[in-house]
């Protein structure tokens, strides 16, 4: 969980000292502007503006910055339902609206609207438009946060929990893969997840059956499409096992080289089959159980 910290443009002071500031000047600001007749009010007016530099801040977000590292991982069935619960509880979050970043945009208007038409510090109604809009300028526009869900991966792990959602023969293990990468103070941050199903008793030129989850662009947006990859060591006979493998409904994609060999098997991509629902996903699953036991 990330913490909320403000993020100052300008680095240095606590936020304590940057409110004193603040504070210490706005009460300066506004006895210049009401016992010095004249220049108080230009004065005091930009004694007002002064400390807003200090407290300009940009928007917290909880969106971390990775360091391009890419590392997979198997993970326990655990550690994939509690990212998948956490995506579950993300479409709940409801941020207050003060908290928006066009929140203050509105009301910063209307304020500024009769610090302009009055004259802005010339007249007494412009100098108390001005004032308010400089005094609220932090709370309107500085403390705001941008909420990030990474909706490719919530796409993803949609798709591998209908997968594990199919029950498994007792000789088909399944083992949940986490892609992680780090954020710049070295926690280990989850981007992307694939599934590896194998037999307990296998060839021994099969690595296992892969599923993994592509994102293709349908007419509405993003979705996910789940694939299974045959992955054996060279093109031996357990790859020409699962070559000649056919199901209804899917395609069959030999690929690889002498030394890793691969045996694509998809939905066809006519029409809507571009994207894969939750049944389809779990056809998928039921399809590479047969061809493991095809090829064993």
Not at 57 to 85: F, M, S, Y
Not at 93 to 122: C, E, K, M, N, Q
């Amino acid at each position: 969980m990330n913490t909320a910290v403000i993020r100052y443009r300008i680095p240095g002071l606590g936020t304590p000292s940057r409110l004193l500031v603040f504070g210490a000047c706005g009460l300066g600001g506004i006895l210049l502007q009401v016992f010095w007749r004249g220049p108080g009010a230009v004065v005091g007016t930009l004694l007002l503006v002064l400390p807003l530099f200090l407290l300009s801040a940009k928007p917290w977000t909880n969106k971390p910055k990775d360091i391009g590292e890419e590392d997979w991982q198997p993970v326990t069935d655990a550690e994939l339902d509690r990212i998948a619960d956490a995506f579950k509880s993300s479409r709940h979050l409801d941020l207050p609206l003060w908290y928006r970043p066009v929140f203050g945009i509105p009301f910063t208007v209307l304020l500024a609207i009769p610090a302009v038409v009055f004259g802005s510090a010339l007249t007494l109604p412009g100098l108390l438009a001005t004032d308010a809009l400089i005094l609220l300028w932090p709370a309107l526009n500085f403390l705001k946060i941008r909420l990030w869900i990474p909706r490719e991966f919530e796409m993803v792990m949609r798709a591998l929990q209908a997968a594990r959602s199919v029950p498994l023969p007792p000789d088909i293990v399944c083992t949940p893969y986490l892609r992680l990468d780090r954020d710049e103070q070295g926690l280990r941050i989850p981007e992307n997840a694939r599934l590896m199903l194998e037999p307990r008793q296998k060839p021994d030129d099969l690595a296992g059956v892969q599923l993994q989850v592509a994102i293709n662009k349908g007419p509405n947006g993003a979705v996910p499409y789940l694939y299974a990859v045959v992955l054996t060591h060279g093109q031996g006979a357990t790859w020409r096992k699962a070559s000649g493998f056919r199901a209804p409904g899917y395609e069959v994609e030999p690929g690889g080289d002498a030394s890793y060999g691969t045996v694509v098997i998809r939905q066809h991509t006519e029409g809507n089959g571009y994207h894969t629902t939750p049944q389809d996903c779990a056809r998928l699953v039921e399809t590479a159980v047969t061809l493991m036991k095809t090829i064993i």
